[in-house]
T-cell receptor, first 116, second 113 residues
Framework: GAGVSQSPRYKVAKRGQDVALRCDPI?????LFWYQQALGQGPEFLTY????????KSGLPSDRFFAERPEGSVSTLKIQRTQQEDSAVYLC??????????????FGPGTRLTVL | GENVEQHPSTLSVQEGDSAVIKCTYS??????FPWYKQELGKRPQLIID?????GEKKDQRIAVTLNKTAKHFSLHITETQPEDSAVYFC????????????FGSGTRLSIRP
C-alpha cells in the first residue's frame, strides 16, 4: 500500500507567517511521530501521538509549535510566527503498534520549510 | 536524556573496500539501535537494527556490533559499491513502538570508483 505522505513538499514562508504541515500516515498505523531535521544534522524528535492522544511533546522547541491528530489518522504540525531558525525539513513517521513488540517507524518524504 | 555521538562525519573509501561508522550512547535504558540510510533529498530508511541482548547482527554486506558495557555500537559495510554512497545515521531508542528515536549527527559516506 501507500507509504507515509506529507504535504506540501516545499514551503517558503516570510518571517512571522504561520504555516501548517500535513502528514498522512500509513493506514492503520497507531503511532505517529514528528521530527525536525536541520541541514546536515540528524532528525530530532518533536512530538508523538498514539491515535489521537499526544503522549509526548517534549521535543517541541517553543510554544509557537503545535501539533494535532484529531481523528487519530492525519496529523498537522503548525508553526506560528515563523522564525529563520525554523528552517528545516520536517519529517513525519508512523508505526503499527502492537503490544510487546517493536514496529519499524516508516518515514515520509518530509516538508522542506524555508523561512525568509 | 539520551545523547548519541557519531563519527566520522565524512568518510571516503575506495569501491570494494570496507567502511566503518562508530557511535556511542549515554542512556543505559536504551536497548534498541537502528541504523538509517538517507540519500540526498530522500527519506531515512532503516537498513539494519540490533537489540541490546545481541552483540552482533549481519545482513549480507552490512553488519552491526554492540558493546553494551561501553555503550558503543558500530556499522560495518564490506565490499562497498557506488550505491552505498549516502548519509548514514545511527540511533538509539527503547524497544517499544511508543518510543522516539534519538539520532546521531550522521556520516556522509562517499564511494570512490
Amino acid at each position: 500500500g501507500a507509504g507515509v505522505s506529507q504535504s506540501p513538499r516545499y514551503k517558503v514562508a516570510k518571517r512571522g507567517q504561520d504555516v501548517a504541515l500535513r502528514c498522512d500516515p500509513i493506514s492503520g498505523h497507531v503511532s505517529l511521530f514528528w521530527y525536525q531535521q536541520a541541514l546536515g544534522q540528524g532528525p530530532e524528535f518533536l512530538t508523538y501521538f498514539q491515535n489521537e492522544a499526544q503522549l509526548d511533546k517534549s521535543g517541541l522547541p517553543s510554544d509557537r509549535f503545535f501539533a494535532e491528530r484529531p481523528e487519530g489518522s492525519v496529523s498537522t504540525l503548525k508553526i506560528q510566527r515563523t522564525q529563520q531558525e525554523d528552517s528545516a525539513v520536517y519529517l513525519c513517521a508512523s508505526s503499527l503498534t502492537t503490544r510487546d513488540s517493536y514496529n519499524e517507524q516508516f518515514f515520509g518524504p518530509g516538508t522542506r520549510l524555508t523561512v525568509l | 536524556g539520551e545523547n548519541v555521538e557519531q563519527h566520522p562525519s565524512t568518510l571516503s573509501v575506495q569501491e570494494g573496500d570496507s567502511a566503518v561508522i562508530k557511535c556511542t550512547y549515554s542512556d543505559s535504558a536504551s536497548n534498541y539501535f537502528p541504523w538509517y540510510k538517507q540519500e540526498l533529498g530522500k527519506r531515512p530508511q532503516l537498513i539494519i537494527d540490533i537489540r541490546s541482548n545481541v552483540g552482533e547482527k549481519k545482513d549480507q554486506r552490512i553488519a552491526v556490533t554492540l558493546n553494551k558495557t561501553a555503550k558503543h555500537f558500530s556499522l560495518h559495510i564490506t565490499e562497498t559499491q557506488p550505491e552505498d554512497s549516502a548519509v548514514y545515521f545511527c540511533a538509539a531508542s527503547v524497544y517499544s513502538s511508543a518510543s522516539k528515536i534519538i539520532f546521531g549527527s550522521g556520516t556522509r559516506l562517499s564511494i570512490r570508483p
